[in-house]
């Protein structure tokens, strides 16, 4: 027994550290990955970010370099404090204090101890740095802005969160990626590539050469320059004009589907979200829940498109045959709808195709529209037809552009209704949802999808998806979703009828005030009806303005809508600033100066601190001199 | 004796696994100490240039053990382990410290640790006292005489201090066992270390209920299976439960925090992540890179000279205590499993060539050479792989270190002289 004791126990260990070894090795196996690995050091080369640039070439976004000044506590040697506290510019308890902190944090990894210094700073110390062991200089670049403007355009940078870190582990911690607009789309491509290097470490964190003579090590690659489709002036003076103002504005090429400008009002200067300050400032913007700067209202704001839809509605009963252009109907300063008399501002009389859009009769559009359910065997099959047609102008749908964030907005179809009212044609018709006609229903876009769909229309049954992306490294964009046109189901010859109506807005109807000389513009106005909950009572507010136009009506240039929050009369504020930005854009400079110092100097502010005064107040006031701000001199002297 | 007929009844089985080990140990010192800018593997300045010109020492001290008659050893184990007990003592008064234990002479060139040979001559030693024709194991008396051939070194290696070598020692207790001491007392040293681990474990309270559950069972079953008498049983139970009581005393009043460190560390009794993660970075911190460098090697390893923790120096001592984690990161699950594999096969053959020993002498001081090596690569496997607390003592074969190197290959080439002498003995 005592012969077999001793071999037993050597057996029995032996499959003992068998055991544990394959538990190890096999069951809890965790392979080494290269940059988990303790035993290496990855050395990043940061390239330089790409600069972004406006269509016309202007720089939008630079690149500004930024000097931390380092340490490595336990390669501090003695030095004198004083000569070196007054080099930095900092108090000697100051210094002492945050020497001490780094060596808390870790002796032998570098800290920042001054923050961004400055290039004369920066001048002055990197020559006597070498005296100093344990410091040095790490450059960073930080991003610049060459514009106070087009903030919700180009996004802004910062450093990766744990978020971002678990989505893509290229990134390491401390790195900055783009957080919205195109610093975020293109992240990519304006990033390049960062170069690494790999160290083997000792246990003491020393270097001990490089990892396996630098074969893994990655060249670091330039981020690419690119150009956006963004005119610098435009979005510059469209922001100046917006001040003050809430609401969202684009303006598209129609031939190209390139976004001109992208305004949402109230917007903030990129350079707050640059360096040092931007946490501290970001906190700011973003809890102001009222006027939300940071919410894009140019391409996330759902509203209710009003009288511009009407327009898409005369297309369709042209398309279907429900109408002609001189079909007429009768306006009673009004119409019924079952024994309700809804008013109507267009002035009465008999209106056609011409006089319906440029008066923007809301009788004559709903005697189109119930033309139109008048074509169809049922309701449902009008309804669904109808939303076909509206559909294909890219309403109610993301319009694929890239732009990093956007809303669909709605189009309702017969579905909807059978949900709300109950199946059956006896149960809801075109006079019940008469709303549609006039652009107040359950219609919603955003300013985006309005802009594009009057490009549908200057361009004559097209549009081209709306991008923000001219040029990679000065080559043009070759993505087909960006180039081939998308048709509407609206055949070419019924848009011109349409078109001269909404030019005669221009010359005799709702926007006769704001023509501008030697343009042909075709236009529509909107005066859309607005409520809030205050206090869980739906109040109304004062209507908002709202202006599509493209221009010049032969050969568009561009085309624009304006959403103009508590504007009141759609050609009042969005007519004004619609016609000024394409003045702008067509001949580069403005004549009418009187209009423009009206748009400059009137804000609105008054009417948004309306629904938050806790008092009753009066809305839609005919007088507007009151929006007047006398001493807005700085934004007309920008 | 001819060369020839030497070459002939040596066990080679044991000389190609003692060679695998070496050959093993070698690389894996290479690539533990292994720098970029070192070229070539002859350069003495190096700690594997060193360890090569030992195995060449060792092979010249194989060629010497093999040649002396197999007499010699039997003859003069007493003087030898005279010698190794005044070199201890000798350490009091001329010893050179490193690291902290006063455990080597210097000789110029090298480093000679007394212990080791202890170890050979303690093994000789207790065999020519035990096969000794006056020596009766079952008498109290001998039995004393015995023990006090492994406690005298242990005790005067303790205060270097060494508590890793003193226990090698204690290990060699195990060829008294063979010998005929009452299994008994193994019960005892058995019971003890169980009783003290689960009151670490569990606390004094559970393994009172449980020693108290054993008995309520024990004195309900007794009269249809067992035959121990009560008295004894009940007395020893309430024993077991006095030294549960005074091992909560003992760990908490008499060791220090860095032993009371290891143990929670071994016996995972450390719960809070926040103090784990400290003991990994202070006392655990040898444990736990070891670990890691094992886990990184997975099946296959990293491949000779890959290993970037072994590069990096991160696992402390790995040349020489910690040699086994450069096997585990480099080479894998594959090599670690071949070298428990080889070592286990070595110890068994010895266990072999042990029994069919016709001379007491030989047999007895074989099982000293499979307990001196058994433990060795017992306790230091265990430690390296985290199954056993950190008690620094090298790998037989393996770890760098140039006595103990030669004084393993003489403790096991004086074996197989023995052995290849067996026919001829007993006469």
Redesign the interface.
Same mark, same amino acid.
């Given at each position: 027994m005592r012969k077999i004791l001793l071999s037993s126990i050597i057996i029995i260990i032996g499959i003992t550290f068998i055991g544990r070894l394959s538990y190890l090795q096999i069951f809890s196996f965790s392979p080494d990955q290269l940059l988990d690995d303790p035993a290496i050091k990855a050395i990043y080369d940061y390239p330089e970010r790409g600069y972004i640039y406006d269509r016309y070439g202007k720089l939008l976004v630079g690149n500004d370099p930024a000097y931390d000044v380092m340490v490595i506590p336990r390669e501090v040697k003695a030095i004198d404090t004083l000569e070196f506290c007054s080099l930095l510019g900092m108090e000697k308890e100051q210094f002492l204090k945050k020497l001490k902190k780094a060596r808390i944090y870790s002796p032998r990894l570098p800290s920042v101890l001054v923050h961004q210094l400055s290039k004369q700073d920066y001048a002055r110390l990197q020559e006597k740095m070498r005296r100093y062991p344990g410091f040095y200089i790490q450059k960073r670049s930080l991003r610049y802005y060459d514009t106070n403007a087009a903030a919700n355009v180009l996004g802004y940078i910062s450093e990766v969160n744990e978020r971002d870190l678990a989505k893509n582990p290229n990134y390491v911690q401390g790195e900055l990626t783009g957080r919205t607009g195109v610093e975020k789309v293109y992240e990519d491509t304006l990033r390049g590539r960062k170069g690494i290097q790999y160290i083997q470490k000792d246990r003491f964190n020393r270097d001990i050469g490089k990892y396996k003579d630098g074969s893994l090590d990655v060249e670091p690659e330039q981020g690419k320059e690119i150009t956006i489709t963004i005119d610098k002036e435009l979005q510059e003076y469209g922001e100046r004009l917006m001040h003050g103002k809430w609401g969202g504005i684009v303006a598209i090429e129609p031939s190209s589907g390139e976004i001109l400008t992208m305004i949402s009002g109230p917007t903030y200067d990129p350079s707050l979200l640059v360096g040092r300050k931007r946490s501290r400032n970001y906190s700011k913007l973003h809890y102001d829940s009222i006027s939300k700067p940071t919410f894009d209202r140019s391409i996330s704001f759902e509203k209710s498109p009003g009288s511009p839809f009407k327009t898409i509605n005369a297309l369709i009963a042209l398309q279907e045959g429900a109408i002609t252009p001189s079909t007429t109907f009768t306006c009673h300063h009004g119409f019924y709808i079952g024994r309700n008399k809804k008013g109507c501002h267009c002035g009465g009389g008999t209106k056609n195709l011409n006089n319906g859009i440029y008066e923007s009769c809301n009788a004559y559009f709903v005697g189109v529209y119930k033309k139109i359910f008048e074509q169809f065997p049922s309701n449902s099959e009008a309804m669904d037809a109808w939303e076909k047609h509206v559909r294909s102008f890219g309403l109610g749908a993301y319009l694929g552009s890239d732009l990093h964030t956007g809303r669909k907005g709605s189009v309702p179809n017969s579905r909807m209704y059978n949900k709300w009212y109950g199946k059956g044609d006896k149960r809801w018709s075109a006079t019940t949802t008469y709303s549609n006609a006039i652009g107040q229903g359950e219609v919603n876009v955003t300013p985006l999808q309005l802009a594009n769909m009057t490009a549908a229309i200057a361009n004559r049954g097209y549009y081209i998806t709306p991008h923000i992306l001219k040029k990679i490294e000065g080559k043009d964009i070759t993505n087909p979703d960006f180039i081939e046109p998308k048709y509407t189901t609206i055949d070419k010859k019924h848009f011109e009828p349409v078109i001269q109506g909404m030019a005669d807005v221009y010359h005799k109807g709702t926007a006769r005030w704001v023509q501008v000389p030697d343009i042909e513009i075709a236009g529509k106005t909107g005066t859309v009806e607005n409520f809030m909950v205050i206090d869980s009572v739906r109040t109304q507010l004062t209507d908002n303005s709202v202006f599509v136009a493209f221009a010049p009506v032969d050969k568009p240039k561009i085309a624009i809508a304006v959403y103009i929050q508590n504007g009141y009369f759609g050609s009042r504020y969005a007519g004004h600033i619609a016609s000024l930005l394409i003045e702008k854009y067509l001949k580069r400079k403005i004549t009418r100066k009187d209009l423009e110092k009206k748009m400059l100097t009137r804000t609105l502010e008054r009417e948004y601190a309306k629904p938050y005064s806790g008092k009753p107040f009066k809305i839609n006031e005919r007088d507007w001199s009151q929006d007047e701000i006398k001493n807005l001199t700085k934004n007309l002297q920008q | 004796m001819s060369g020839k007929s030497i070459l002939k009844r040596i066990d080679w089985l044991t000389v190609f696994i003692y060679l695998a080990l070496v050959l093993i140990g070698w690389v894996n010192i290479y690539s533990s100490t292994f720098?970029?800018s070192v070229t070539s593997i002859f350069d003495f300045g190096t700690l594997h240039g060193k360890q090569l010109f030992f195995i060449g020492v060792s092979f010249v001290a194989i060629i010497l053990t093999l040649a002396l008659e197999a007499s010699f050893y039997e003859r003069f184990s007493s003087l030898l382990y005279l010698i190794s007990v005044l070199l201890l003592l000798g350490l009091f008064v001329f010893g050179k410290t490193i690291a902290g234990a006063t455990s080597w002479y210097d000789l110029g060139f090298f480093n000679l640790q007394p212990s080791e040979l202890a170890k050979v001559a303690t093994a000789l030693a207790l065999a020519k006292y035990l096969s000794d024709i006056q020596t009766d194991i079952k008498r109290r008396k001998d039995q004393f005489f015995a023990f006090l051939v492994i406690f005298i070194p242990a005790i005067l290696i303790i205060p270097q201090p060494d508590p890793g070598s003193a226990l090698v020692f204690f290990a060699m207790a195990?060829v008294i066992?063979?010998e005929g001491l009452p299994l008994f007392y193994l019960g005892i040293v058995l019971l003890a270390v169980l009783v003290f681990l689960t009151t670490l474990m569990f606390g004094t309270v559970w393994v009172s209920i449980f020693i108290g559950l054993l008995m309520v069972l024990f004195l309900l079953l007794k009269k249809k299976t067992f035959k121990v008498p009560v008295i004894p049983m009940v007395s020893a139970a309430v024993i077991a439960i006095l030294f549960s009581l005074s091992v909560n005393f003992v760990f908490n009043n008499v060791f220090e925090q860095r032993h009371r460190d290891r143990f929670s560390l071994w016996l995972r009794l450390e719960k809070d992540p926040a103090k784990l993660e400290k003991i990994r970075k202070t006392i655990g911190y040898n444990t736990y890179?070891s670990?890691k460098a094992? /886990?990184?090697?997975?099946?296959f390893g990293?491949g000779f000279l890959e290993g970037?923790?072994t590069?990096?120096? @991160?696992v402390?001592e790995q040349e020489t205590d910690y040699i086994f984690s450069t096997v585990?990161e480099e080479w894998?699950?594959l090599g670690?499993?071949t070298v428990?594999?080889l070592?286990?096969l070595l110890?068994?053959r010895l266990?072999y060539l042990s /029994?069919r020993q016709k001379n007491p002498f030989s047999r007895m001081y074989g099982?000293g050479v499979?307990s001196i090596l @058994?433990i060795h690569y017992?306790i230091n496997?265990?430690m390296v792989?985290?199954?056993l607390p950190t008690i620094g003592i090298p790998l037989p074969f393996f770890s760098y270190g140039g006595s103990g190197l030669l004084f393993f290959t003489l403790l096991l080439f004086i074996m197989l002289k023995l052995d290849s002498n067996r026919l001829k003995e007993g006469m």
């Open positions: - | 720098s970029e195990f066992f063979r890179q670990e094992i /886990e990184a090697g997975g099946i990293k970037t923790r590069k990096g120096d @991160f402390p585990g894998g699950f670690t499993s428990v594999l070592f286990t110890l068994l266990v /029994e099982y499979i @058994f017992f496997i265990g792989i985290g199954m």
